[in-house]
């Protein structure tokens, strides 16, 4: 299976809006409403900011908002702040009851 | 509050086969959901391995299938991760995490990771 393609970075200053696509095939992303985003700080383990495409666990700041249209899944991090910056994988489950990341997204907060 | 905490060789050499074991506490692996590993190669990004419910039933990454076996003993509360035929590519940071699958499907607890290097 073939990861699902992230663009390798994205850039947005302090209080900004930025996006991070994530786009796949019929076989996963666009076939399921099982799409997550994980949050990754350098020497750290992944964190869970958004499941099945728009829905934020408990904790997670509101400024993480999710969606997806077809076979291309997006989270958008509203009024950016320092904390942020760090590396953003989407997951998707597949028609072979498997899972696949994305590349990888490193954003920095200008 | 669900931990997870990954153990075994961080050295192994190649052709060998690398072992992990995943220790859960503060929830029951026999209570549900799958249990997975995913990997990271230093400087890369993350790769499903493959997860297993309690029952023993497993789902593997097609790329790695032939190679891996994930097994899970519930009188201990772990699950472990065997990849055989290993290569210098199979150098990576290793984590085990809790994968909820009940009308749904996201990685929610995940161990620390632990780095597994493939060398002579």
């Known amino acids: 299976q073939s990861a699902l393609t992230q663009p390798a970075s994205v850039s947005g200053s302090p209080g900004q809006s930025i996006t991070i696509s994530c786009t796949g095939t019929s076989s996963d992303v666009g076939n399921y409403k099982y799409v997550s985003w994980y949050q990754q700080h350098p020497g750290k383990a992944p964190k869970l900011m958004i499941y099945d495409v728009t829905n934020r666990p408990s904790g997670v700041s509101d400024r993480f908002s999710g969606s997806k249209s077809g076979n291309t899944a997006s989270l958008t991090i509203s009024g950016l702040q320092a904390e942020d910056e760090g590396d953003y994988y989407c997951?998707?489950?597949?028609?072979?009851?498997?899972?696949?990341f994305g590349g990888g997204t490193k954003l920095t907060v200008l | 509050q669900v931990q997870l905490q990954e153990s075994g060789p961080g050295l192994v050499k190649p052709s060998e086969t690398l072992s992990l074991t995943c220790a859960v506490s503060?929830?029951?692996?026999?209570?549900?959901?799958?249990w997975g590993w995913v990997r990271q190669p230093p400087g890369k990004g993350l790769e499903y391995i493959g997860s297993?419910?309690?029952?023993?039933?497993?789902y593997n990454n097609p790329s790695l299938k032939s190679r891996v076996t994930i097994s899970v003993d519930t009188s201990k509360n772990q699950f472990s991760l065997k990849l055989t035929s290993v290569t210098a590519a199979d150098t990576a940071v290793y984590y085990c995490?809790?994968?909820?699958?009940?009308?749904?499907?996201?990685?929610?607890?995940w161990g620390q990771g632990t780095l597994v290097t493939v060398s002579s």
């Open positions: 297993i419910y309690r029952s023993g039933s497993t």
């Open positions: 503060g929830y029951s692996i026999s209570s549900g959901s799958q």
């Open positions: 995490a809790r994968l909820v699958t009940v009308a749904t499907d996201y990685f929610d607890y």
């Open positions: 997951c998707s489950y597949t028609t072979s009851s498997t899972r696949v």
